[in-house]
């Protein structure tokens, strides 16, 4: 898919143009932009995810790269432009997922165990109830899941035929996908992660801004296979000779995918918050330089470092949105595409007691059940498939209720308004009951695309591409939903679904 702007008086210069590379859990895709801000062009490629087994989610490093690499050079080749036009490349990926390969071959050692998958969960079981436990959460900011890299690693580490040999005698790599796909770019001279997706990995103290020592001895995890920590604005290098269509390009900026919509929603405030409905919907308060420990499930995080200076975030995670229309669509096959669901929802004027968990991959933020599993509750001989669309569609505004409710309570602010990404964010009925459940405004940007947005102003800020204050320009927003029901309708509504899930959770405790 290739968008282009018909203005054809908006001649490209030298170094006239940022590209980022937005490696997602379902698709890789090149996003150009320009001074403005604006998209230039847009390419995208799906790619397939491996289920082996029940609670197994995998990718193929390989698919990641060639996906990604592929995406990269099409968008450049298709609208004739050179590599000498791009001032920098921003990479922003889908966070926790961990690939482990040879550091001499440069080939992967197991597929990419995926942030969705939770085969680890009896190992953190086992990591919660013992001391480590406490210091691990004090200390990362992260509750003990299968949803961190940490037990992906040591699970590689463990099952794979001579990979702890391999890796005590310094012959293995690792990291997340930003890590995989700079490691590919620079020709494997570069080994390198930012601070917004060390923090994700569950072995990064983000209080010392190191490796911490006593939580990879613990994981039995040699310090030697992690990358470099740098700054999520900053110059790391140059692309490979190799890939003649990029070569030379700097890559000047690196963030976890929700950090980067934080940045491109220009939430530079203490407590702002960004949502992003993506495969998963995942919500980000800003913190300011101060690190908050959370006592309601959310996770302390690092936003991102520039300067070496850290900004700190509290997050929310729910861990299926995009992926329930995509499970209505491929799966049930009762939408033929995802523009469906708005039309459907609005059809009928209530789920009749229909309430959907989409519990695919257990729940996140801020219940951490990770052997919860998907339900639809209160089916009758009346249920329609609309029901049941509607009840999907529902239970993901319901899910980031719980999320923000839990952000409130840590932070003590109250939400002023919500800001909205991804693609999911695309559906209005979904929106306008995310503000009705919330009783807040939402805003959503005209450019929605704000994860690929965030991470090329931060290689833009790296490379002179921008200045500050160009980057704090006000966004243009697409549209704004207010609440349209009553605030005791919207809490009727809310303490029905909680005695729904209550029975959920304990049914699969």
């Not at 059809?347 to 990770?370: E, H, M």
């Not at 329609?384 to 993901?396: D, G, K, L, N």
């Amino acid at each position: 898919m290739t968008i282009l702007h018909d203005n054809k008086s908006n001649v490209k210069k030298v170094k006239d143009l940022i590209l980022s590379l937005d490696q997602g859990t379902s698709s890789s895709r090149a996003v150009l932009f320009d001074k403005e801000q604006k998209i230039v062009a847009i390419e995208q490629k799906e790619y397939k995810q491996y289920y082996p087994k029940a609670g197994r989610v995998e990718q193929k490093p390989e698919e990641i790269w060639t996906s990604q690499l592929n995406c990269a050079v099409n968008i450049l080749n298709k609208n004739n432009i050179k590599s000498e036009e791009i001032a920098g490349i921003g990479i922003t990926n889908q966070r926790e997922t961990i690939i482990v390969w040879d550091k001499k071959t440069g080939e992967p050692v197991y597929n990419a165990i995926v942030w969705q998958d939770t085969r680890t969960g009896d190992m953190c079981n086992e990591i919660s109830n013992n001391k480590i436990s406490k210091y691990i959460k004090k200390n990362t900011g992260l509750t003990i899941d299968a949803y961190f890299s940490a037990t992906k690693i040591r699970w590689i580490l463990e099952n794979v035929k001579n990979a702890r040999k391999k890796a005590l005698n310094e012959e293995l790599l690792c990291g997340t996908v930003d890590t995989w796909l700079v490691w590919k770019l620079t020709g494997g001279k570069h080994h390198v992660t930012d601070f917004s997706n060390a923090s994700r990995t569950m072995l990064f103290n983000i209080r010392t801004l190191k490796w911490d020592k006593k939580i990879l001895k613990y994981f039995g995890i040699p310090e030697t296979m992690l990358p470099k920590v740098v700054n999520s604005s900053e110059i790391i290098g140059e692309v490979s000779p190799d890939f003649s269509s990029l070569s030379g390009i700097k890559i000047s900026g690196i963030a976890g995918d929700q950090q980067a919509a934080l940045f491109g929603q220009n939430c530079f405030r203490k407590a702002d918050v960004t949502a992003t409905y993506g495969t998963g919907c995942f919500m980000l308060m800003n913190t300011g330089k101060k690190l908050s420990i959370s006592e309601n499930g959310l996770l302390s995080t690092i936003a991102w470092g520039i300067d070496n200076k850290i900004t700190y975030a509290l997050e929310g995670s729910v861990f299926e949105a995009g992926s329930v229309v995509n499970w209505l669509q491929n799966e049930l096959k009762i939408i033929e595409k995802p523009e469906d669901t708005d039309k459907i929802c609005r059809k009928i004027k209530s789920t009749k007691g229909v309430y959907f968990v989409p519990a695919f991959s257990g729940l996140g933020t801020p219940y951490w059940k990770p052997k919860t599993r998907g339900t639809i509750f209160g089916i009758t001989q009346k249920t329609s498939s609309e029901h049941i669309v509607r009840a999907a569609m529902e239970a993901i505004a319901f899910s980031v209720k719980d999320v923000i409710s839990a952000m409130q309570n840590d932070s003590g602010a109250k939400l002023k308004s919500l800001k909205v990404a991804g693609g999911v964010s695309a559906n209005n009925f979904l929106m306008q009951f995310q503000s009705d459940i919330l009783q807040k405004k939402v805003i959503r940007y005209e450019n929605i695309e704000t994860t690929a947005l965030g991470v090329a102003l931060l290689a833009g800020l790296s490379v002179n591409f921008w200045t500050w204050e160009e980057i704090n320009k006000q966004k243009q927003t697409d549209k704004e939903f207010y609440s349209e029901i009553e605030k005791k309708t919207s809490k009727k509504l809310y303490k029905k679904r909680n005695k729904v899930l209550k029975k959920i959770i304990k049914l699969y405790s």
